[in-house]
């Protein structure tokens, strides 16, 4: 059985935004370059690696800029049932 992790919306936020700011280190992009090729303003990829506050649609083009769109494409695809009522539930 996996491990449970416990932390909260605002920890799961920041660590998303610290691999972003990862990914576009190891490509060697600057926060304006970044900026410039997603369409997202300065601040807001800003106040995203240091609060991971952004929109849904900000964190879209910074994906799509950094090459990353298929992790959003993937995200929820194999999410397991938990229950056996949303295995039924699903095929009604």
């Known amino acids: 059985m996996d491990a449970l992790i416990w932390e909260t ?3 799961l936020d920041r660590k998303l935004a610290n691999r972003l700011r990862g990914i576009r280190k190891r490509r060697k992009l600057s926060q304006e370059q970044l900026s410039q ?3 997202v303003s300065l601040g807001s990829l800003k106040r995203f690696e240091q609060t991971g ?3 849904l649609l900000s964190l879209t083009k910074l994906a799509m800029a950094l090459e990353c769109e298929d992790e959003l494409r993937n995200l929820f695809t194999e999410t ?3 229950t056996i009522e949303e295995v039924l539930h699903e095929q009604t």
Do not use: N, T, V
Request: glycine share 8%; proline share 8%; hydrophobic share 15%.
């Open 9 to 11: 919306a605002d920890e």
């Open 37 to 39: 090729q997603s369409g």
């Open 53 to 55: 506050q952004i929109s």
């Open 80 to 82: 397991p049932y938990r």
